[in-house]
């Protein structure tokens, strides 16, 4: 009953800055944690930052800690990753997910995902 699109991926140097957006629409009064993952090819989904809904409330994978920011705006039903200080490392898809109940890194509690968005940092 959530439908989430990411956008605002793209190729960057390293050092640079992306803002990730990703808009959510159907049963969203019901949301309660927000999140970014990422996934680069190979590898296991990897969490990035997290965010509940009414609090504000914000969690960080150590690895970017200091250089990303998730905020949500409600009155458009939109959470952002800001991305500062890129690393090639970085280099992955992105997805946004939504849970009824959960909040926190592990995939499990997210009910609804998006289809992922390229964010390629180039050395």
């Known amino acids: 009953q959530v439908q989430l699109v990411e956008s605002g991926g793209g190729l960057v140097q390293a050092g640079g800055s992306l803002r990730l957006t990703c808009a959510a629409s159907?049963?969203?009064?019901?949301?309660?944690?927000m999140a970014w993952f990422r996934q680069a090819p190979g590898k296991e989904r990897e969490f990035v930052a997290a965010?509940?809904?009414?609090?504000?409330?914000?969690y960080y994978a150590a690895s970017v800690k200091g250089r990303f920011t998730i905020t949500r705006d409600s009155a458009k039903n939109t959470v952002y990753l800001q991305m500062n200080s890129l690393k090639p490392e970085d280099t992955a898809v992105y997805f946004c997910?939504?849970?009824?109940?959960?909040?926190?890194?592990?995939?499990?509690?997210?009910?609804?995902w998006g289809h992922g968005t390229q964010v390629t940092v180039s050395s």
């Open positions: 997910a939504v849970g009824d109940y959960g909040f926190g890194s592990d995939p499990g509690v997210y009910h609804y």
């Open positions: 159907g049963r969203t009064f019901s949301s309660y944690g």
């Open positions: 965010i509940t809904w009414t609090g504000g409330t914000t």
